[in-house]
């Protein structure tokens, strides 16, 4: 799986997310995973089921991994985050 066909999901809107997905698709990858950590996690969700549902409707979700990430703030102090990868596939 080559670093390319991976989406890092942030703040920006779905759509755009969405629109990476379908491009990378048509573009011939035959899978894409979402990356999202924290309150991006159902922004990730609602990219994934927008092109299953009305973009490429072929696309099938291959598999999620959830975990827990460590990350140490500007302060030094160590927080908990959640992460999530899905991958989607043709």
Same mark, same amino acid.
């Given at each position: 799986?080559?670093?390319?066909?991976?989406? *890092?999901?942030?703040?920006?809107?779905?759509?755009? *997310?969405?629109?990476?997905?379908?491009?990378?698709?048509?573009?011939?990858?035959?899978?894409?995973?979402?990356?999202?950590?924290?309150?991006?996690?159902?922004?990730?969700?609602?990219?994934?089921?927008?092109?299953?549902?009305?973009?490429? =409707?072929?696309?099938?979700?291959?598999?999620?991994?959830?975990?827990?990430?460590?990350? =140490?703030?500007?302060?030094?102090?160590? =927080?908990?985050?959640?992460?999530?990868?899905?991958?989607?596939?043709?």
């Amino acid at each position: 799986m080559s670093e390319e066909n991976v989406v *890092y999901i942030g703040n920006k809107p779905v759509m755009n *997310y969405v629109l990476a997905v379908v491009t990378q698709m048509n573009g011939g990858a035959p899978e894409v995973i979402l990356k999202a950590r924290g309150r991006a996690i159902s922004r990730a969700v609602d990219v994934a089921e927008i092109v299953r549902n009305r973009f490429i =409707t072929d696309v099938d979700i291959a598999g999620i991994d959830i975990c827990t990430e460590e990350i =140490t703030s500007n302060e030094g102090a160590n =927080t908990n985050v959640s992460a999530i990868e899905i991958q989607l596939s043709k």
